[in-house]
């Protein structure tokens, strides 16, 4: 089964960036497209993004207008491009195919810690 690749996790302060990426296959993107989710300890896992093939883009409320979901077609990667950072957006974060949809494996994800 197809295994997606999270990375681009680090430490940093409140109100800072980071961006994520997820190597996606392109005979995997081109179905129904790729999210993003995240988990912080003792928390379910929650969902934060999707981009569809389309190029149709969704969000979850607590993080509009401070991240956004972006591919690179040559490349085959997912971004997560993450601004004002704060403490809360503390997680393990991981891409995967969309809401809906019987999910693939889980990855290690990448660790986002931050920092008050």
């Known amino acids: 089964q197809v295994q997606l690749v999270e990375s681009g996790g680090g430490l940093v302060q409140a109100g800072g960036s980071l961006r994520l990426s997820c190597a996606a296959p392109?005979?995997?993107?081109?179905?129904?497209?790729i999210g993003w989710y995240r988990q912080a300890p003792g928390k379910q896992r929650e969902w934060v993004a999707t981009?569809?093939?389309?190029?149709?883009?969704y969000h979850a409320a607590s993080v509009r207008d401070r991240f956004t979901i972006s591919r690179d077609n040559d490349k085959n990667t997912i971004f997560l491009q993450m601004n004002t950072l704060k403490p809360e957006d503390t997680a393990v974060y991981y891409c995967?195919?969309?809401?809906?949809?019987?999910?693939?494996?889980w990855g290690q994800g990448t660790q986002v810690t931050v920092s008050s």
């Open positions: 995967n195919l969309p809401r809906g949809t019987t999910p693939l494996n």
């Open positions: 392109e005979s995997t993107f081109r179905i129904n497209g």
């Open positions: 981009i569809r093939p389309t190029g149709l883009t």
